[in-house]
């Protein structure tokens, strides 16, 4: 039983106790439509009475409805179409995005205003030590619990249902099978509550286990850890960018330092977690002290951040999951970490490789998706699997690594498989100058879409901008991976590539980005100026012919037209030829572009003289197609003497 006395919620200054928690909980109660079949939206940013209003829905038995605080009028209208809510639990920030919503709706739901209700005085002593999730202790409890619309990343959302017998398989195994959550763990609120991961991980699971939860009052680096401090709390979860901005400063001021530098090897080589918590007990120190685990979820955590981390003393446990599985499919272990893989499996679910895709089966499976069996049927197969849609392997062990999504992969034309979040994480390393990238297919070449880090690039034209990415960036990636994986092209974007409030890129979003800048760029070209001296001209019309593009001169070889090594040295032969001076393939790269190539040409010539020569058919066509020259008998007598 929960000590009632206990702190429950830590929300700025004020602490709540599971006494007055439940008290707050059955005042929500009263307003909150009651049955089974009801249900209520939250529609909130994060805050205490969000708990309360949640909560107070499963003291009535009704089905919670979270809805993104984020959302647009449209986006609320969809769901509020789509579920049909009795009621609407909502801040008063967040009340006139709802009431333009509502002017869609021929019926409209019970409006009921958090802030009306969040402090309203409680009695010093409790009156009720009904806990609002006694349904979760329930054996196969097969009632829906909470309809969570999925994040739209391939288009329009769909409402998973998940039961308290599904949430039930999650918590129970990261608190009892594994006792990760425990009475003496405090939970940091960070990530936005609608998603299943923080509503499961940073709210049910703790408060369930009496551990408690302290909720940061905003994503600021600040306010984090003032929260971790004054919250001494235990388990942190976030997503793969959290983690990945946090260790990128640290390392930063580690790098900065000889000896620091040293500890970081040593304790990277020993892997002994004691020597990295003592070495680097100020990072721990600096987050509050009762850091025992950081959970990454939402997307996977490149291996160098979780190796990193782990190195620093921080235990990363990475979850894979999705909300169809409320969430969890699989998860690492305290003590069996390894950077990159997503552990075994959840206890009692079944995982199976169909053409290198995982499918699962469980008792976390969702219900389906509300009100659309045809799309359940065509996720869940006839024997009961989930087809998750990503791509996996398995250890001796039974561990689970993924590694990629069958819709994210790109396929190039010569049969290589592509994972842009890989090439994605190596340019964002350039931080100084890339603030975010995007990798996209475009023909048969990788194009990157980035975001400018502001603080250089504002003064900048977009062209200045892409000159020096290409230079600094692109150029620098480029030597370090296989010839398929080079950027072939940069498009600099102003704005913010779009993804989820988990932070997942939204990939069939980047064409339409794509288009318009592709667009807008062809005009700015077309606006430039166009030297028109010879060689640049011979130059041109030559990559022109071969690569069948249109040039201009402040193109770079690589990163905008895509010459492979066989072009490189069908450049190569034809400068030789018509300029009686060389310009090996490996030097071309480091023309900043065709113009200033075409000056080094000039300057270096001892002749011109264009040659009619269709190169590309010789290095690139059939040989038996090709005219060889003949040689007369004498000369081969003569020559095999």
Known sequence: MIDLNKIAIIAGSHDVTYGEMLQRVAQFARKTPKGKQSKTVVFSENREGWAYAFFSVWLNEGIAVPVDASSTPSDVAYILHDCQ?????????REPVLREALLAEAKSPQVLIIDDYEQLP?????????????????PDNDDTAIIIYTSGTTGSPKGVMLSYANLKANVHSVSFDVPIYTAKRRALV???????LPLMGSLIAPLYMGGGIAISPSLSGP????TLCRGQVGIMIGVPRLWQTLYVGIKKKIDQSAVARALFALCRAAKFRPLSRLVFRSVRKKMGGHIDYCVSGGAALDREIGEGLRTLGLDVLEGYGMTETAPIIAFTRPGDIIP?????PLPGVDCKLVDGELCVKGPNLMKGYYNRPEETAEVIDSDGYLHTGDLATFDKAGRITITGRTKE???LSNGKNVQPSEIEYKLEKYDTLVKEAAVVQDGDMLRAIIVPQPAWSATLTDSEAAARLKREVLEPYNTTVSAYKKIMSVLVYRGELPRTRLDKLQRYKLGAILKEEQGAGSKGQEAQH???FEEYLLLKRFIESEKGVTVHAADHVETDLALDSLDKVSLQDFIERTFGTSVGVDEMPGFPNVEALARHVAAQKTRMEAEEVDWHQLLHGPTDALPLPFASLAYRNA???
């Open 639 to 641: 020559h095999f003497r």
């Open 340 to 344: 990159g893989c997503s552990g075994l």
């Open 409 to 411: 992969i790109i396929v």
């Open 190 to 196: 960070l990530l936005p509550l609608h998603h299943v």
């Open 122 to 138: 409680v009695d010093n002593e409790p009156k009720t030590t009904v806990l609002p999730w006694t349904s979760l202790s329930e």
């Open 85 to 93: 809510p009795d009621a609407v639990w909502v801040s008063k920030e």
């Open 530 to 532: 166009e030297p028109d």
């Open 223 to 226: 306010d984090i850890m003032d």
